[in-house]
Each structure stands twice: as C-alpha cells, then as structure tokens.
C-alpha cells in the first residue's frame, strides 16, 4: 500500500511539474503563441472564400486571390478616403491667414489674449520648436525599428495563415485518425460548429459595418458635407475593428465637418455617432451576431467586455469567436452527458424488470 501510495505521489508530483514547465514555456514564447492564434483565427475566416475561389482556381492561386482582393480593398478605401482629406488639409490651410484675422479682429478673444498673454506663451512655445525637434528626431530610430518589427510580423501571421490554408485540411484529417471513431465523430462535429461560427461572426462584422456605412451616408447627405460616399467607406472599413474602430471613423468625420458647417453639421454629427454607437453596441451587435453565430445577446457583450479588458482590441475581435466555441463545446458535452445518462438508466430498466420476471423495457429510441 505504501509503495503505491508513494508511486502515486511521485507521479502526481511530476506531473504538475511538467505542466508547470509547459506553462512556463507558453509564456516565455507568448509573442509566438499569440502570433500563431491570429493567424489559425484569420485562415478559419478566411477559409469560405478561399473555398469559393478554389473551385475555379489551384488552391494557391485561390488563397493568393483572395489576399489580393483583401489588399485591394484596402487601397481602394485609401484612394477614395486620403485625396477628400488632403482637399480638405489644403483648404484649410489656405484659409488659415483669414481665420487668423478673424481671431485678431474678435473683442473677446483680444481680452483674453491681453488678460492671460496667450500670444506670447505661443510665441514661447515656438522659439523652443528646434530644440524639441531634435529631440523628437531621437525618437525617429525607435519609431522605425517599431515599424519594422510590426512588417515582420504581418509578413510571418500571413505566411503561416498561407500554410494553414493549404494544408490546414490534411492536418486536421491527420489529427481525426488519430482519434477512436466515437470522439473523432465528436470533435468533427465540434471543429464544423467552430468554423461555421467564425465564419458567421466575419458575416455579421461586415453586416455591421454595411449598416454603419449607410448611416453616416445619409447624415452626411443631410447635412450637406462633401465627400459623404468616401467617409461612409472609411466608417465602414473602420467599423470592423472592435471598440476603437467606430469611434476613430466618428472623429475622422467629425473633423471633416469641422471645415464645412461649423459648429451645426459638427453638433448634429457628433450627436449622431453617439447615439447610433450605443445602438450598434447593444442592439445590432447581440442581434447580428445571434442570427449569424448562434450566440446570446448577453453572452456578446461580456464576451466582448472581457475579451478587451484581457487583450484589447484583439481581444475584443476574437472574443465572439471564443465564447461561440466555448457554447459549443459545453453543449456537446451536455449532450453527451444526456445520452451516457439515458443509457444507464436503459440499463438500470432492463436489470430491474429481468429481476422481476417481466419483459424488458426497451431503450428509448434516439431522435
């Protein structure tokens, strides 16, 4: 008894150490682990399009097609968004002398300006202008060095999302034959749950966004505001980044109608954004994203609040995904919990009704 005990001890203790070694590894390549996550999460987002091009075409030539497509899209939104901008920038700096005089020429602002000395702690400000210049240029070097790293870094997330795309399939097939036939039936009904779930938050992200885009269309068409189609795609395209993303497009906009019919169309628009935010936030979200991912309203917005308060904006963007997972797994294992039950208690049944000498109640047949 002792020397089991002891045995059982000792392996016990090893095997928390290993586990402990593991989670000390994780840690130590978590820039990895983190990297790989995104690239897994964006080859299962991905994959239905990739599917779809790859009836018609090699499946590296569908998987390159679609980074295209992506890369196009996104140019097409600079292209439409930057040359309205910079319009704008040179047209206010062309009227800035004008503004100036205005300022000069208003009472009040000449009393304050005589009252506090602002036009001397400007001018203050600006004689100090090349000496903070040269020590903004020291933080040139680390800046670049950042970008740098981000590049090598995109460039590493869509390679491996490349490779998970033209192989992620076999590998999974490998995995699920390596499996007893029971649990590979089960985790093959859980992997088409999880793919069917992503797949259906990126449609409901870009529902969102659609309605976003609309919104800021019309109000901008209302107010009168150049450039509405533009700053609508812009919205849009910044809509399906979470939390931050819808209230950057608000800004951008915002400013825009700073230089055209300030303070009313900068007013009515600020009010705007405010309102239909809190809309899509906790009404168009839970909906959407109930249809598409099969996930409680509830459920989104914690998941959603906790996925950010623990990663940030990745967070917040991989949050539905996991809680969608999360439900299904739980609900695979709930039903597998009811089907052992039910089996037992047919088996309880037939050995109590042998004991009593009448026939056996056959087991309930499964729907």
Do not use: C
Not at 343 to 357: E, H, I, K, L
């Amino acid at each position: 008894m002792a020397q089991v005990s002891t045995r059982t001890l000792a392996r016990i203790f090893f095997t928390l150490v290993l586990f402990a070694g593991l989670l000390y590894l994780a840690w130590q390549i978590r820039d990895v682990l983190l990297l790989v996550f995104i690239s897994i999460f964006l080859a299962v987002a991905l994959g239905p399009a990739v599917d779809f091009f790859d009836r018609r075409l090699p499946r590296a030539g569908a998987i390159l097609l679609t980074y295209v497509l992506i890369l196009l899209a996104i140019l097409g939104v600079g292209g439409l968004v930057i040359p309205p901008v910079v319009d704008q920038v040179e047209e206010f700096a062309a009227n800035v002398p004008r503004y100036v005089q205005d300022i000069r020429e208003n009472p009040t602002i000449r009393e304050y300006d005589e009252r506090y000395k602002i036009t001397q702690k400007l001018e203050a400000e600006a004689s100090q202008l090349p000496s903070t210049l040269a020590s903004a240029a020291g933080e040139l070097q680390s800046v670049t060095v950042g970008i740098f790293a981000t590049a090598v870094e995109t460039v590493a997330v869509l390679s491996i999302t490349f490779f998970l795309l033209m192989d992620g399939r076999r590998l999974t097939e490998f995995l699920f034959g390596l499996m007893h036939p029971r649990r590979e039936r089960r985790a093959r009904k859980i992997a088409h749950g999880v793919y069917a779930a992503v797949a259906g938050y990126v449609a409901g992200n870009l529902i969102i966004s659609i309605i976003a885009a609309i919104v800021t269309y019309a109000t901008l068409t209302i107010l009168g505001v150049p450039f509405a189609i533009p700053l609508a795609i812009l919205v849009a395209f910044l809509d399906l980044i979470p939390l931050v993303g819808a209230t950057i497009g608000a800004v951008v906009v915002g400013i825009v109608t700073l230089f055209t019919d300030f303070p009313t169309a900068t007013i009515v628009w600020a009010i705007v954004a405010v309102v239909y935010q809190q809309f899509e936030n906790h009404v168009v979200q839970p909906l959407v994203y109930r249809t598409t991912v099969d996930v409680r309203p509830l459920v989104v917005i914690v998941a959603i609040l906790v996925g950010a308060s623990l990663l940030g904006v990745l967070g917040a963007l991989v949050a539905i995904p996991v809680a969608a997972t999360v439900q299904i797994v739980l609900r695979d294992v709930w039903e597998h919990r009811q089907e052992r039950l039910a089996g037992q208690r047919a088996a309880a049944s037939v050995v109590d009704t042998a004991g009593t000498g009448e026939p056996p109640v056959p087991p309930p047949s499964p729907a």
